[in-house]
């Protein structure tokens, strides 16, 4: 064995022994088994598709509710575009000319949006079952995605409304420290109930709304501390400089921001998994495999279960070990276990 490996083995070991550590590398083990990577980038251009409708729509509409008020127009719009700190006014700019012909926009805004979000539901659901490794013999079916993807239409517009809103009452740095603390905590309270009604209409039923809770918490939170800061940033360091970005700045900065936003919803999913299935220490350096090495390895596998009639059967030879353990056994594994069996779980369960 090399320096190199005992050196990676020995920090493999500490981290096993410490929960936070080998909690937190046991959600960033999780999302690559996952291949969270890709669905991120799903989530990424189905919800860029979705934006621009989702934008025209609203102008299209405060332009004939407001008609008669150009200032409240101009100021709600600018809180909708709040959601998307330094590129939120070249979006604005973007936008702005094509609400002269209302019938028009409102037409090509609700069919834009209704595409847009169905595909977002649909990758966001393909996501969820992705992370909880849900069999594909018990998934939803094409009807039941349908229904969900209203669903999370109705919590799209809803989030919309009352993050506009918020964003209206004030921020850090551009009003009186207390007004914009008051905010925040308004902001934090909205988007996790945001969290919470996007990931129960996204989780396929098998999994219980109580093990959604705690990536629902560090999602909402996530979310408000990243636009804060964005906003601050906004405020403090570039003013003015919008001007400078030009399309492509407008293009890569906003498919930047939802990317972001999307690891930070799938990373609070994979918690969730992590949590409920107890899928910690992970180990960073095979042989040997950790309990929870196991157990995760064996649901990538199990969820490829197509027919209720199917029985998928996983099994390893010899039993888990931790990097202390391999140490002591002089860097072999016990082979004279039978080993353990892991079956595909049934559709009233997500874990074996």
Do not use: C
Request: glycine share 10%.
């Amino acid at each position: 064995m090399n320096v190199v490996e005992r050196t990676i083995r020995r920090a493999d070991a500490l981290q096993q022994r410490h929960l936070v550590p080998s909690f937190v590398f046991g959600v960033i083990k999780k999302y690559g088994d996952d291949n969270a990577g890709n669905l991120a980038v799903q989530i990424t251009y189905t919800f860029f598709v979705t934006v621009f409708p989702l934008l025209l729509l609203l102008v299209t509409i405060l332009a004939i509710v407001l008609a008669g008020s150009p200032s409240d127009r101009a100021r709600v719009l600018h809180s909708a575009l709040g959601q998307f700190p330094i590129i939120g006014q070249q979006l604005g700019h973007n936008i702005h000319a094509i609400k002269r012909s209302s019938a028009f926009g409102l037409v090509i805004g609700i069919v834009g949006l209704v595409y847009g979000s169905t595909g977002l539901a649909q990758a966001g659901l393909y996501s969820m079952e992705q992370i909880w490794n849900i069999p594909a013999a018990v998934r939803p079916n094409y009807f039941t995605r349908m229904i969900r993807a209203g669903i999370f239409l109705v919590v799209l517009a809803v989030g919309l409304i009352l993050t506009t809103t918020l964003a209206g009452f004030g921020t850090f740095g551009t009003h009186n420290f207390w007004l914009g603390a008051l905010g925040e905590i308004l902001a934090v309270i909205v988007n996790v109930a945001l969290y919470f009604a996007a990931f129960r209409t996204l989780t396929p039923r098998q999994v219980a709304t109580r093990s959604l809770i705690p990536g629902v918490i560090i999602g909402g939170v996530a979310w408000t501390i990243l636009q804060a800061a964005g906003a601050y940033v906004v405020g403090h360091d570039l003013k003015g400089a919008s001007a400078l970005y030009g399309l492509f700045g407008l293009v890569l900065g906003l498919i930047a921001w939802i990317y972001l936003g999307a690891e930070i919803t799938l990373y609070a999913a994979e918690i969730n998994t992590v949590l409920h299935h107890r899928l910690w220490p992970r180990g960073m350096v095979q042989p040997p495999l950790t309990d929870a090495d196991q157990r995760s390895l064996a649901f990538q596998v199990t969820q490829n279960q197509r027919r209720p009639e199917q029985e998928v059967i996983t099994r390893f030879r010899g039993r888990p070990m931790t990097q202390d353990e391999y140490r002591e056994r002089g860097y072999q594994g016990d082979n004279s276990s039978p080993g353990i069996e892991r079956r595909a779980p049934d559709e009233r369960r997500t874990d074996t």
